[in-house]
C-alpha cells in the first residue's frame, strides 16, 4: 500500500518566514509533485520532479523553490511566506513517465499571517 | 495553455439518483484521464481512469466516458449513496509527467 505522508497537517507562520513543507513517499516512486488546493481552483502543479535533484516548474512556481536530495524525499520552501500563500498544500508521487495514477499526501493546511 | 474545465461546480441528488459531472480538456495530445474523489479533510484518490484508447471504462456503479473527437470526457455515478458525498476531480495528461486538474465538482447525495 502505497503511504505518503507529509511533515505537518496544520501550520501557521509570519509573513517573511522561511517554510519548510517535507513529503516522504515508500513506493520508490521516481516522481513527487507539490500542488496547492485552493476553492475552485482545483489543484495547482507548483513544482514537480521526476528523479532524484531533477526538478521541473509547474503553472505556479513563483515564490517557492524545492529541494529533492534523496528519492523518497521532497521538500517545498516558501523562501518568504506571504499571505497570498495561506492555502492547502498537497504533495503526490507517481511511478514511470505519465499515465499513472498519483498518490496523494494528507496535505498541509498553512495559514501565514 | 493546457486547460482543463470542469461542470458543474455543485451538484445536489437524491440518493438513488444518478450524477455526472463533464469535462473538457484543451491539448489534444492528452491521451489519460484519471478522475480523483476527494472526501472532506481527506486526501484525494484515484477512483478511476481511462486511456485514450477506450471510450468506455466502468467499474461497478461508476463510468467514465471518453470522446475525443470532442476532447470531453464524463464521469457518470449511479445509484448514488450518501458516502458517494464528496469533492471529485477530472485531469487529463498529455503525458510526460504534467497532470491538468479541473476545478472540481462537489457532489452532495441527499438520503
Known sequence: DVK?????????????????????????????????????????????????KMKEKGDIPEGYSVSREKKERFSLILESASTNQTSMYLCASSRGQGRETQYFG???????? | GE???QHPSTLSVQEGDSAVIKCTYSDSASNYFPWYKQELGKRPQLIIDIRSNVGEKKDQRIAVTLNKTAKHFSLHITETQPEDSAVYFCAASPGGFKTIFGAGTRLFVKA
Open chain 1, 4 to 52: 505518503v505522508t507529509q511533515s505537518s497537517r496544520y501550520l501557521v507562520k509570519r509573513t517573511g518566514e522561511k517554510v519548510f513543507l517535507e513529503c516522504v513517499q515508500d513506493m520508490d516512486h521516481e516522481n513527487m509533485f507539490w500542488y496547492r488546493q485552493d476553492p475552485g481552483l482545483g489543484l495547482r502543479l507548483i513544482y514537480f520532479s521526476y528523479d532524484v
Open chain 1, 106 to 113: 494528507p496535505g498541509t493546511r498553512l495559514l501565514v499571517l
Open chain 2, 3 to 5: 486547460n482543463v474545465e
